[in-house]
């Protein structure tokens, strides 16, 4: 982290009635957390923000000086104070996890709303299900973009493009039908499709043509590289139905 005797700096943000910019909200707390008594000058028309970049070379603000220097906008700030920058290029795992913690918590919730212990493989057979219809629910926010992205993998999908819009409902129904044990004769051969078709996808675009690609199984926008977590997707689809056909009780 940078070192000052001056902890003062300068801010130039937006502030106007119809539009209040959210970084420099954050670069305002940024500095404060940090120690600086904050000079907080406020753009309060489009004329004031298009003078000020003009006057100092600038495309966005906020814009923050320190000890006379400019230091730039938010990224540049955090930067400066030693902190990470997002990259919104990067690939992540954060989104699958997120979906996948999520689900579990869920699965446990019921189980204590339903009387049944902790860990059972009941709670196994829930998590799957919440964790489908979780995912169903994340493609669905934008099923085209999450159908162009399915075509650069999916081998039904490729010759079948309607497919990959339809996918998301098929996954979302078969939770819910898996989750709440109805009609098992249609929600056990649907998952079993869609996830043996995914499975064999997967497993061929990476495994074997060895192709770097983004998943769609949380949507078209995300950056989840596909790989291990996409064919444990399907590969859960296919163990639930599996068991919910061949495991006792069922």
Not at 112 to 136: D, H, K, N, Y
Request: proline share 5%.
């Amino acid at each position: 982290m940078a070192q000052h005797q001056d902890k003062t700096a300068s801010l130039y943000r937006m502030v106007m009635p119809s539009h209040i910019c959210p970084y420099g909200i954050k670069s305002r707390w940024l500095l404060k957390r940090h120690g600086y008594r904050v000079e907080d000058h406020w753009l309060k028309t489009r004329e004031e923000t298009d003078a000020f970049k003009a006057q100092h070379g600038v495309k966005t603000t906020p814009q923050t000086f320190i000890d006379g220097q400019r230091i730039g906008g938010h990224d540049d700030l955090r930067r400066y104070l030693g902190l990470k920058v997002r990259d919104p290029d990067a690939t992540s795992y954060v989104p699958v996890l997120t979906v996948f913690a999520i689900a579990g918590l869920l699965a446990l919730a019921v189980d204590w709303l339903t009387g049944l212990p902790f860990l059972s493989l009941v709670t196994v057979e829930r998590f799957i299900a919440i964790a489908m219809v979780l995912l169903a629910m994340l493609k669905l926010q934008d099923a085209e973009q999450f159908s162009t992205m399915f075509l650069n993998y999916d081998l039904l999908a490729r010759r079948l493009p309607p497919y990959g819009q339809l996918y998301p409902f098929l996954e979302l129904g078969a939770g819910l039908l898996m989750l709440t044990q109805a009609l098992d004769w249609l929600s056990i051969p649907v998952a079993l499709f869609i996830g043996s078709i995914g499975a064999a996808s997967v497993f061929k675009a990476v495994y074997l043509d060895k192709r770097e690609l983004k998943c769609a199984c949380v949507g078209g926008s995300s950056n989840v590289p596909l790989g291990f977590f996409s064919l444990t997707e399907n590969l859960m689809m296919m163990a639930m139905a599996l068991w919910m056909l061949f495991g006792p009780g069922h």
